[in-house]
């Protein structure tokens, strides 16, 4: 990719994303700015990348800007880098809860703007990124970038009113998905097996699921009914799980995510 890419951030995520599509951009290409410099220095190091030492020299000198700060750092971030961002420049942010129209009220003369909201699975390359733009945005531009963060997994487009959706479903289900795989684990080590062999096979059933509800045509809800025969084994789980609200559990974890996302544009 013929461009040079500034990264606005250097946090865990930005690490992530260095990994999963520096290879694409070139690292050479890439530079970061970063509020406490040691960080930045140290992806520098790890990547072979360049630092800024100030916004106004990542805005002067890229191409591309990524916006990878926290959601209440936003504002002072783009008051600061306003002024030195052409028109012709492209700002994707993965601010999670900020809008595009938000963003476009800094700049005097907006630059094209896009949303992205990745995932922690980019890091093996299984991650799955959200894509939205600004009207200002060509639809040749607009796949570049959905095309782009797909290299690291699936990339879809997404309409802007459901980015909170999306952050509190993909951007925090990991988590969600994380906590499911360690109980299910528990649950062996409750009944005698070891926790290295537990977490093993927990992790490679889900990833399993996973695999066969993408590449199936299949609904979830038959392939359950695939696996859980009369009086058996499955069943038995399946119905503990009803009796304790399960699926209400998990709607209320990405109710209450979404809502928070919602929160954090205030």
Known sequence: ??????????????EVMLKAIGPTLGFA?????????????????????????NLAELAEGCDWL???VKPHAVAEVLQ??????????????????VRTDKIKGYFPKPPRILRIMPNLPMSVGIGM?????????SPALLEEVRSLFAVAGRASLVEER?????????????AFAFLFIESLADGAVLNGMGRELAYEFAAQTVLGAARIILDSDKHPGELKDIVASPAGTTMAGIHSLERNAFRSIVMDAVDAAAKRSRELAH
Do not use: Q, Y
Not at 36 to 51: P, Q, W
Not at 162 to 174: C, E, N, R
């Open 162 to 174: 459901l980015f909170d959706t999306v952050t509190a479903l993909s951007g925090s289900g990991p």
């Open 66 to 68: 990524l916006l990878a």
């Open 129 to 137: 990124t959200a894509v939205c733009a600004d009207a200002a945005v």
């Open 80 to 97: 600061a880098l306003a002024p030195h961002v052409h028109e012709d420049r492209v700002l994707v942010s993965m601010a999670a809860g």
């Open 1 to 14: 990719m013929d461009r040079r890419i500034g990264f606005i951030g250097a946090g865990r995520i930005v």
């Open 29 to 53: 290409n890439i530079v970061v700015w970063n509020r406490t410099r040691a960080r930045a220095d140290k992806l520098a190091a790890e990547f072979g990348i360049k630092v800024a030492d």
